[in-house]
């Protein structure tokens, strides 16, 4: 078997598959008895980057594994596939969302502390539906309120392969510092759709409802940071225990 066979193989594999994948994973595309090592696999995938670098497409590595996926740079353009855009996040549940994967583990009253709002449960409920947050333990106070923060679904989601891949806070300004990146292929049924919050608003939003979320809006990191920023500007420092 040639290297040529195993990195067409393997590209294959991480463009038919539209999610990251494992090395296990990547050497079971292969029969027992022509299955090559790891180290074998890492040299294709490194190949594979090295041809890359001057692509549209970009080999990514996240929490599960390794992906291919559209370079940030060209989003704009990609995203005419879909003329009608599907409504973006809302502030309210990206301020949520940012909050845990900084802050992790935090409580909910936490969150309503930084933001300064009651988090509607329907926020906290289409984050764990995604499978972005969960519950890893509880505080030891009275009611032992749950504890939330981010899985392996929210790091691959947002191509990273831990929160320590999150850009620093003191680095970004605002809500407009954002740059998404998209993920081949866009799964049709990746959508979960809650009632539209108010627009308008400025400062930390109501949670009176949630705004579409589309996998064609996915937030980068950025994005998450920012939001977060934000909330701590707009709210001030979160209660510590």
């Not at 740059?179 to 809650?194: H, S």
Request: with cysteine; proline share 7%.
């Amino acid at each position: 078997m040639n290297e040529q066979y195993i990195r067409n193989v393997v590209e294959a594999g991480l463009l038919a598959a539209g999610r990251s994948l494992g090395l296990e994973e990547l050497a079971a595309l292969f029969g027992e008895s022509e299955r090559p090592g790891t180290a074998a696999i890492r040299a294709c995938l490194a190949q594979l980057a090295q041809e890359y670098a001057s692509r549209g497409l970009e080999l990514k590595e996240t929490a599960s594994g390794v992906r291919i996926q559209v370079r940030r740079e060209f989003a704009a353009e990609v995203s005419r596939l879909w003329p009608e855009r599907p409504r973006r996040y809302s502030r309210a549940l990206l301020e949520t969302l940012s909050l845990i994967a900084y802050r992790q583990p935090i409580t909910r009253a936490e969150i309503e502390a930084v933001r300064g709002v009651a988090v509607n449960p329907d926020i906290i409920r289409t984050l764990l539906e995604r499978n972005w947050v969960r519950v890893v333990g509880h505080r030891e106070l009275p009611g032992r309120p749950e504890l939330l923060g981010t899985t392996r679904e929210f790091l691959d989601y947002f191509g990273l392969r831990g929160v320590d891949e999150l850009p620093p806070l003191a680095q970004l300004r605002g809500l407009d510092e954002i740059d998404p990146q998209l993920a081949l292929p866009v799964e049709p049924d990746a959508r979960a759709t809650e009632a539209t919050a108010g627009s308008g608003a400025t400062g930390p939003l109501s949670d009176d409802a949630v705004d579409a979320i589309d996998a064609d809006d996915e937030p980068a990191p950025a994005q998450l940071a920012a939001a977060t920023a934000a909330g701590l500007v707009a709210s001030g420092p979160a209660h510590e225990d």
